[in-house]
């Protein structure tokens, strides 16, 4: 049972930390850019949620909808303001840009909201909590399961606009070749604008259900940047799939690996178990897995392989 | 004729005059510029040691004036010496409310030593007293006293026997871990199990569960405030059912806004005061304030950063005129404030005791369930 309960937390962490990573991957696609902002993106979702939430008092997933239109805004202003006017410039300046953002970000969270940590609402209900289920023998959150659901819809709607709508195809055009997109006419500045809206929307998306949970504060941001990139890192430069198995690997790392010991109870024999299975290990070691993956599969898990023609 | 009518009257405002300028002469206006950290990860503490040190700045004592500028420092350490350096240049200031970040003060000390300026904080960090700088004064109960209070209650009120501890990967972290580990060893208590966290774990699940399956009896914590919000959140959702003593990361208002009640029903933490459990007057009155001025309620670094500006602000109404007045009056003096009589121990340390507070599961304001007083020269 204990393997379920776990599988449930891993699910729960990973598709939030999987939203995050696919609107960095967006970006990244969409411009070549890497979007340091997107960290503080999903905390500036979080507080947007928390005062949708204290003004409105409707549960997180009526509150959904809002909170996309007005976090898609907010990354079409982020695209406008930090990337359109430096394009032609070299990445780096775009590195700075969004740092910059996620600076002023992070400034103007601590002006609005203060320091302190705030939750924003449960998806379902509007109190601190949202209840407990029981399921095969597993007790899980019903936050915890709705975060699933939310998150796989999210990643279907989002899989349906990039496959079955004409504004999602000429999105994946620009991705994969500006130059020729713009040859045959994609609108390719539009086209990058409206991929900054909709990476801002999934990262608002994240900041919801992260911060019910787990609480969200104006420096939230730098914790979730770095966890997108090692997910992308481990699931492939650019690769969408990848994201979301990168983001469930280092959930999975999170939570299984310091409960190893209870899972197999033989490890609790080794000398320092509990120094062995901690959670500060359990970091090391994710991060030594992504050592491992780099020089294994130096394009990520999913990312393709290169090779030279003899 | 209307030259007698005006004699009185040019006498009397002659009267108005003198004595005015008699006040004025008689009103000290001491500087004491306010260093602390408002931005960064360090806000929320922050923010309260700001809005204690402006409270006292605001009200002072009949007979003091203060001059007084907020300095943002962030959470680096040239942000902090930069302010200071600043706030010198200004002119000489009689006391520096200073940051309660270790490493920030650990950067100030220097300074505060060549210009013989008193740095009053609220920073834990048990290395700024050890460095024999007789211009640091601080205003927190150190490590060894609010972690031996919580293992004493923790024995006192729970009879533990085989605890688990659980501390943050930071410096706070594990500062306070090695005082746990100190206070359980002296009364023969060995944990069964000890993790420390990183700041950025988000699941409490894998680590409640290894505590339960060592044969923890209770838990011990030494967490920041969102961490600890955050573990009491999965013990509560795990029905753990263990005594839980918590560090004063729980006793700050805004941690305990994040939880239902139910949540942290017979729950305890230790801190150095507890303001909004209001047990006098006094303090009734300082937290009715606090809320005015600031829409809020005050924690211990609110009322902890308010005595330590008012023990300054006293020094100067008895007469303390200078930075070197100021400093002997702290270092020799002691000063009955709201949460406790400062006093200090030889080495800057002003603050000697700490209070356990216990939550009801019905209320978000705990009770205040122990006092504990530790001589200046313990630990």
Known sequence: MIGLQLLVQVLALGAAYGLVALGFVLILNATGAVNFSQGDLVMAGGFVAVALGDRLHLPGLVLLPLLIAIMAALGAAVALVAYMPLRARPPEAVFISTIAVGIILQNGANRLFGAEPLAAPPLLGVGPGGGQVRFAGVTASVQSLAIIAVAALLIAALHGLFVHTQFGRRLRATAQDREVAMAVGIPVDRMIVGTFAVAAALAGAAGLLLSNVFFVVPTSGGDYILKAYIAVVIGGWGSIPGAIAGALLIAAFEVIYPSLPLLLPALNALPDSDGWFSQTVSTVMLNLAVLLILFVRPRGLFGEPIGQRP | ?379
């Open chain 2, 1 to 379: 004729m209307r030259a007698n009518r005006l004699l009185p009257s040019a006498f009397f405002l002659g009267v108005v005059l003198l004595a005015g300028w008699r006040a004025l002469a008689a009103t000290a206006t001491p500087n004491i510029p306010v260093l602390v950290p408002i931005t960064g990860f360090l806000a929320a503490e922050g923010g309260s040691q700001r809005n204690g040190a402006l409270l006292a700045l605001r009200d002072p004592p009949a007979g003091v004036r203060p001059q007084f500028n907020v300095t943002d420092t962030g959470t680096s350490p040239e942000g902090a010496v930069n302010a200071l350096e600043r706030a010198l240049s200004d002119g000489q200031p009689s006391a520096v409310v200073a940051s309660m970040l270790g490493t920030q003060m650990l950067a100030m000390l220097p300074i505060a030593l060549e210009e013989k300026v008193p740095l009053i904080t609220m920073s834990g960090t048990a290395d700024i007293t050890r460095k024999g700088n007789p211009y640091v004064f601080r205003f927190f109960p150190t490590d060894s006293v609010v972690k031996g209070a919580q293992v004493r209650y923790a024995i006192d009120a729970f009879h533990i026997a085989r605890p688990a501890v659980i501390a943050q990967t930071t410096a706070y972290g594990q500062s306070g871990q090695a005082e746990l580990i100190k206070a359980l060893s002296a009364a023969g208590i060995t944990p069964v199990y000890q993790d420390a966290l990183d700041v950025s774990v988000k699941d409490m699940r894998p680590v409640l569960a290894k505590a339960r399956a060592a044969g923890a009896d209770s838990l011990l914590l030494q967490l920041h405030a969102g961490p600890t919000a955050l573990l009491l959140k999965a013990a509560a959702a795990m029905n753990l059912g263990l005594p839980i003593v918590a560090g004063s990361g729980l006793a700050q208002p805004s941690t305990v806004a994040l939880l239902d009640p139910a949540e942290i029903k017979g729950v305890c933490a230790e801190t150095g005061s507890s303001p909004i459990s209001a047990e006098t007057p006094a303090m009734q009155s300082f937290v009715a304030r606090y809320r005015a001025a600031f829409g809020a309620d005050p924690d211990g670094f609110a009322l902890g950063q308010y005595d330590a500006t008012m023990m300054v602000l006293q020094a100067v109404a008895h007469g303390a005129g200078d930075a070197a007045a100021v400093t002997k009056a702290l270092a020799s003096e002691s000063y009955p404030g709201l949460a406790m009589t400062y006093a200090s121990d030889g080495h800057g340390n002003m603050a000697h005791s700490a209070v356990i507070v216990c939550y009801d599961g019905v209320s978000p304001i705990p009770k205040i369930a122990r006092h504990y007083d530790f001589p200046a020269d313990s630990p």
